[in-house]
Protein backbone atom coordinates (compact mmCIF):
# COMPACT_ATOMS: atom_id res chain seq x y z
CA UNK A 1 0.00 0.00 0.00
CA UNK A 2 1.31 3.33 -1.10
CA UNK A 3 1.04 6.05 1.60
CA UNK A 4 0.43 9.60 1.52
CA UNK A 5 0.99 12.00 4.36
CA UNK A 6 -0.92 15.18 4.14
CA UNK A 7 0.07 18.66 6.05
CA UNK A 8 -0.85 20.34 8.30
CA UNK A 9 -3.94 18.39 8.95
CA UNK A 10 -5.86 21.57 9.82
CA UNK A 11 -5.16 25.13 8.73
CA UNK A 12 -6.94 28.10 9.87
CA UNK A 13 -6.40 31.63 8.39
CA UNK A 14 -8.01 35.01 7.55
CA UNK A 15 -8.97 35.80 3.62
CA UNK A 16 -5.60 37.18 1.80
CA UNK A 17 -3.59 35.39 3.40
CA UNK A 18 -1.36 33.04 1.84
CA UNK A 19 -0.98 29.70 2.47
CA UNK A 20 0.88 26.17 1.04
CA UNK A 21 -0.34 22.36 1.96
CA UNK A 22 1.85 19.34 1.36
CA UNK A 23 1.53 15.65 0.33
CA UNK A 24 4.34 13.35 0.64
CA UNK A 25 5.14 9.62 0.36
CA UNK A 26 8.00 7.57 0.35
CA UNK A 27 6.99 5.61 -2.85
CA UNK A 28 6.77 6.71 -6.66
CA UNK A 29 3.66 7.60 -8.17
CA UNK A 30 2.84 7.85 -11.88
CA UNK A 31 0.47 10.89 -11.68
CA UNK A 32 -0.96 12.47 -8.45
CA UNK A 33 -4.29 14.06 -8.31
CA UNK A 34 -5.81 17.31 -5.99
CA UNK A 35 -9.37 17.20 -4.88
CA UNK A 36 -11.43 19.75 -2.73
CA UNK A 37 -14.29 18.37 -0.78
CA UNK A 38 -16.52 20.43 0.59
CA UNK A 39 -19.33 19.61 3.39
CA UNK A 40 -22.07 17.50 2.14
CA UNK A 41 -20.23 17.16 -1.14
CA UNK A 42 -18.34 14.00 -2.79
CA UNK A 43 -14.68 15.22 -3.88
CA UNK A 44 -13.99 17.47 -7.05
CA UNK A 45 -10.94 16.66 -9.29
CA UNK A 46 -8.86 20.56 -9.20
CA UNK A 47 -5.99 18.92 -11.02
CA UNK A 48 -3.62 16.27 -11.74
CA UNK A 49 0.31 16.35 -12.45
CA UNK A 50 2.11 13.74 -14.34
CA UNK A 51 5.98 14.63 -14.67
CA UNK A 52 8.12 14.99 -12.31
CA UNK A 53 8.97 19.21 -10.95
CA UNK A 54 5.72 19.82 -12.93
CA UNK A 55 3.89 23.25 -12.37
CA UNK A 56 0.50 23.96 -12.65
CA UNK A 57 -1.28 27.07 -12.17
CA UNK A 58 -5.44 27.65 -11.57
CA UNK A 59 -5.92 30.97 -11.03
CA UNK A 60 -4.86 31.23 -7.28
CA UNK A 61 -4.09 27.94 -6.96
CA UNK A 62 -0.27 26.38 -7.36
CA UNK A 63 0.48 22.95 -7.82
CA UNK A 64 3.84 21.59 -7.89
CA UNK A 65 4.85 17.69 -8.48
CA UNK A 66 8.32 17.19 -6.70
CA UNK A 67 11.30 15.95 -9.13
CA UNK A 68 11.22 12.25 -8.25
CA UNK A 69 7.47 11.99 -8.21
CA UNK A 70 7.21 11.13 -4.53
CA UNK A 71 5.87 14.62 -3.20
CA UNK A 72 3.50 17.24 -4.01
CA UNK A 73 2.83 20.85 -2.72
CA UNK A 74 -0.72 23.05 -3.16
CA UNK A 75 -0.02 26.62 -2.73
CA UNK A 76 -2.85 29.03 -2.67
CA UNK A 77 -2.20 32.75 -3.09
CA UNK A 78 -4.97 35.46 -1.78
CA UNK A 79 -7.20 32.98 0.06
CA UNK A 80 -10.61 33.62 -0.04
CA UNK A 81 -13.85 32.14 2.31
CA UNK A 82 -14.74 29.99 -1.00
CA UNK A 83 -11.61 27.94 -0.55
CA UNK A 84 -13.18 26.47 2.53
CA UNK A 85 -13.09 22.70 2.11
CA UNK A 86 -10.76 19.66 2.63
CA UNK A 87 -8.06 19.23 0.22
CA UNK A 88 -7.50 15.86 -0.52
CA UNK A 89 -4.20 14.38 -2.80
CA UNK A 90 -4.47 11.17 -4.08
CA UNK A 91 -1.76 8.43 -6.03
CA UNK A 92 -2.61 6.37 -8.92
CA UNK A 93 0.49 3.47 -8.65
CA UNK A 94 1.78 1.91 -11.91
CA UNK A 95 -0.15 -1.55 -11.29
CA UNK A 96 -3.47 -0.29 -10.86
CA UNK A 97 -6.27 2.48 -11.24
CA UNK A 98 -7.27 2.61 -7.54
CA UNK A 99 -6.23 5.95 -5.73
CA UNK A 100 -4.65 5.82 -2.90
CA UNK A 101 -6.09 9.17 -0.78
CA UNK A 102 -4.05 10.90 2.04
CA UNK A 103 -6.24 11.76 4.74
CA UNK A 104 -6.45 15.31 3.75
CA UNK A 105 -5.94 19.11 4.92
CA UNK A 106 -9.27 20.39 6.40
CA UNK A 107 -8.55 24.63 5.71
CA UNK A 108 -11.06 27.18 6.91
CA UNK A 109 -10.78 30.85 5.48
CA UNK A 110 -12.61 33.31 7.59
CA UNK A 111 -13.61 36.87 6.13
CA UNK B 1 -24.46 16.19 -18.54
CA UNK B 2 -25.80 14.60 -15.15
CA UNK B 3 -23.44 14.15 -12.75
CA UNK B 4 -23.14 10.89 -10.57
CA UNK B 5 -25.86 9.97 -8.30
CA UNK B 6 -26.12 8.11 -5.10
CA UNK B 7 -29.24 6.80 -3.22
CA UNK B 8 -29.74 6.68 -0.58
CA UNK B 9 -28.18 10.23 0.78
CA UNK B 10 -28.50 9.10 4.01
CA UNK B 11 -28.99 5.84 6.14
CA UNK B 12 -29.77 4.99 9.48
CA UNK B 13 -29.05 0.78 10.12
CA UNK B 14 -28.41 -0.94 13.38
CA UNK B 15 -25.75 -3.44 14.34
CA UNK B 16 -26.25 -7.02 12.30
CA UNK B 17 -28.75 -5.49 9.57
CA UNK B 18 -27.37 -5.46 5.93
CA UNK B 19 -27.14 -2.35 3.88
CA UNK B 20 -27.37 -1.81 -0.02
CA UNK B 21 -26.35 1.11 -2.06
CA UNK B 22 -26.74 2.45 -5.22
CA UNK B 23 -24.38 4.56 -7.48
CA UNK B 24 -25.58 5.62 -10.92
CA UNK B 25 -22.38 6.82 -13.04
CA UNK B 26 -22.44 10.17 -15.66
CA UNK B 27 -23.59 8.67 -19.14
CA UNK B 28 -21.43 7.05 -20.97
CA UNK B 29 -18.94 6.05 -17.87
CA UNK B 30 -18.45 2.71 -17.95
CA UNK B 31 -16.03 2.37 -15.05
CA UNK B 32 -17.32 2.36 -11.20
CA UNK B 33 -15.52 2.69 -8.36
CA UNK B 34 -16.39 2.66 -4.18
CA UNK B 35 -14.76 4.32 -0.98
CA UNK B 36 -15.03 4.59 1.94
CA UNK B 37 -14.36 8.10 3.91
CA UNK B 38 -14.26 7.82 7.56
CA UNK B 39 -12.64 10.82 9.73
CA UNK B 40 -9.76 8.67 11.14
CA UNK B 41 -8.97 6.60 8.11
CA UNK B 42 -9.69 9.10 5.76
CA UNK B 43 -10.90 7.95 2.08
CA UNK B 44 -10.08 3.89 1.49
CA UNK B 45 -10.92 2.26 -2.01
CA UNK B 46 -13.40 -0.29 -1.83
CA UNK B 47 -13.63 -1.71 -5.30
CA UNK B 48 -13.86 -0.90 -8.76
CA UNK B 49 -16.38 -2.59 -11.61
CA UNK B 50 -15.63 -1.95 -15.73
CA UNK B 51 -18.02 -3.79 -17.67
CA UNK B 52 -19.79 -5.60 -15.08
CA UNK B 53 -16.58 -7.26 -13.82
CA UNK B 54 -14.81 -6.56 -10.70
CA UNK B 55 -11.12 -5.25 -11.23
CA UNK B 56 -9.51 -3.80 -8.09
CA UNK B 57 -10.34 -4.67 -4.78
CA UNK B 58 -9.21 -2.80 -1.39
CA UNK B 59 -8.47 -4.49 1.93
CA UNK B 60 -12.20 -4.98 3.02
CA UNK B 61 -13.85 -7.99 4.95
CA UNK B 62 -15.97 -9.91 3.02
CA UNK B 63 -19.01 -8.48 4.15
CA UNK B 64 -18.60 -5.74 1.76
CA UNK B 65 -19.47 -6.70 -1.90
CA UNK B 66 -21.04 -4.98 -4.86
CA UNK B 67 -21.90 -5.55 -8.80
CA UNK B 68 -22.35 -3.79 -11.84
CA UNK B 69 -24.99 -4.25 -13.92
CA UNK B 70 -25.54 -3.74 -17.92
CA UNK B 71 -26.06 0.21 -17.92
CA UNK B 72 -22.65 0.63 -15.50
CA UNK B 73 -25.02 0.96 -12.66
CA UNK B 74 -23.51 -0.22 -9.45
CA UNK B 75 -24.62 -1.30 -6.13
CA UNK B 76 -22.61 -2.22 -3.37
CA UNK B 77 -23.50 -4.57 -0.48
CA UNK B 78 -22.38 -4.51 3.08
CA UNK B 79 -24.06 -7.54 5.46
CA UNK B 80 -23.35 -7.89 9.04
CA UNK B 81 -23.29 -4.38 9.95
CA UNK B 82 -21.05 -3.43 12.70
CA UNK B 83 -20.83 -0.23 14.03
CA UNK B 84 -17.45 0.43 12.98
CA UNK B 85 -18.51 0.72 8.94
CA UNK B 86 -20.63 4.33 10.26
CA UNK B 87 -18.82 6.19 6.80
CA UNK B 88 -19.43 8.17 3.82
CA UNK B 89 -19.46 5.79 1.24
CA UNK B 90 -18.67 7.38 -2.14
CA UNK B 91 -18.78 6.57 -5.69
CA UNK B 92 -16.83 7.66 -8.67
CA UNK B 93 -17.34 6.91 -12.38
CA UNK B 94 -15.00 7.20 -15.31
CA UNK B 95 -15.00 6.51 -19.09
CA UNK B 96 -12.27 3.96 -18.81
CA UNK B 97 -10.17 2.24 -16.25
CA UNK B 98 -7.41 4.01 -16.82
CA UNK B 99 -4.53 5.12 -14.12
CA UNK B 100 -5.06 8.92 -15.56
CA UNK B 101 -8.72 8.83 -16.29
CA UNK B 102 -10.35 11.81 -14.45
CA UNK B 103 -12.88 10.16 -11.86
CA UNK B 104 -16.22 12.08 -10.73
CA UNK B 105 -17.40 11.77 -7.53
CA UNK B 106 -21.26 11.59 -6.46
CA UNK B 107 -22.21 13.22 -3.05
CA UNK B 108 -22.37 10.03 -1.33
CA UNK B 109 -24.42 8.27 1.14
CA UNK B 110 -23.63 8.67 4.50
CA UNK B 111 -24.58 5.22 6.47
CA UNK B 112 -24.73 5.25 10.34
CA UNK B 113 -24.67 1.94 11.87
CA UNK B 114 -26.41 2.31 15.50
Known sequence: TQLLEQSPQFLSIQEGENLTVYCNSSSVFSSLQWYRQEPGEGPVLLVTVVTGGEVKKLKRLTFQFGDARKDSSLHITAAQPGDTGLYLCAGGGRSGYALNFGKGTSLLVTP | ???????????????????????????????????????????????????????????????????????????????????????????ASSFSPSGQETQYFGPGTRLLVL
Open chain 2, 1 to 91: KAGVTQTPRYLIKTRGQQVTLSCSPISGHRSVSWYQQTPGQGLQFLFEYFSETQRNKGNFPGRFSGRQFSNSRSEMNVSTLELGDSALYLC
